[in-house]
């Protein structure tokens, strides 16, 4: 189950790029988890399981990227968290490696310059953000000691 919950996530991640991308990107998005074009296959998926879900219980599923893509790559790689919403932490861990795949051609693929652009930016922000989050972190230990 908590493979199908990546999978439902890493759907939800993908797709949202289409609503904020130029008309003649959005199918493109939408079509990178179907067989239509270039799309996204399973390679492998590892998961880490923390603790169990029951209903009726909700989870939340967070997908970041974990390197950044180039223009070359044929492989995505995402880190996905499953947190608990009744447990109040993570019930899972996922390490997912997808393969970019063009159906039409039949063989792997890179990703659209347009799409290794978006996701550069995310990884770039993802980053940032981590910096910060670590900076704030240093900055609280550093005056809650004596």
Request: proline fraction near 6%; charged fraction near 30%.
């Amino acid at each position: 189950m908590y493979n199908r919950y990546a999978e439902s996530g890493r759907v939800n991640w993908v797709t949202s790029f289409a609503p904020y991308a130029p008309p003649e990107e959005r199918q493109q998005w939408l079509d990178m988890m179907s067989p239509r074009g270039i799309g996204l296959i399973m390679k492998s998926i590892k998961t880490d399981f923390k603790l169990p879900v029951t209903y009726p219980d909700k989870i939340t599923v967070i997908h970041r990227l974990s390197q950044r893509p180039t223009s070359s790559c044929t492989s995505i790689f995402l880190d996905a968290v499953i947190y608990s919403e009744m447990h109040r932490r993570v019930a899972a861990r996922c390490f997912e490696d997808l393969a970019v795949y063009d159906y039409r051609a039949g063989k792997l693929s890179a990703l659209k310059p347009f799409m290794v652009d978006e996701l550069q930016k995310v990884y770039d922000l993802q980053e940032k953000n981590r910096r910060e989050t670590e900076r704030k972190i240093e900055e609280l230990e550093r005056g809650s000691r004596p």
